[in-house]
């Protein structure tokens, strides 16, 4: 059963930087669409950032520019490096694999990010 692991959330001053790490296993990592979501209060969970099998990305656009998805398919491991930092940022960032076909799809737990101003 793939298992998600997320690490790396805390709280950062506005313009400041974090990055989270999601540790994959249980399944063929290399094989798995990767993504980060978040959740604000009160707010539906939303896609941050996406990369696929073949390492192509997407953004939202609120985090264009300033966030960075990156995976190491030797480390079973996907990454968020976030950079400007601001109070809407705030929120639970959940990582998620899912197949290209089929459906399975997995989540993390979460972990909180919290941007001061």
């Known amino acids: 059963q793939v298992q998600l692991v997320e690490s790396g959330g805390g709280l950062v001053q506005s313009g400041g930087s974090l990055r989270l790490s999601c540790a994959f296993s249980g399944g063929i990592f290399r094989s798995f669409n990767m993504a980060w979501y978040r959740q604000a209060p009160g707010q539906q969970r939303e896609l941050v950032a996406l990369?696929?099998?073949?390492?192509?990305?997407h953004y939202a656009d609120s985090v264009k520019g300033r966030f960075t998805i990156f995976r190491d398919n030797a480390k079973s491991t996907v990454y968020l490096q976030m950079n400007s930092l601001n109070p809407e940022d705030t929120a639970v960032y959940y990582c998620?694999?899912?197949?290209?076909?089929?459906?399975?799809?997995?989540w993390g737990q979460g972990t909180q990010v919290i941007v001061s101003s």
């Open positions: 990369i696929t099998t073949g390492t192509s990305t």
């Open positions: 998620n694999a899912k197949l290209p076909i089929g459906n399975s799809d997995y």
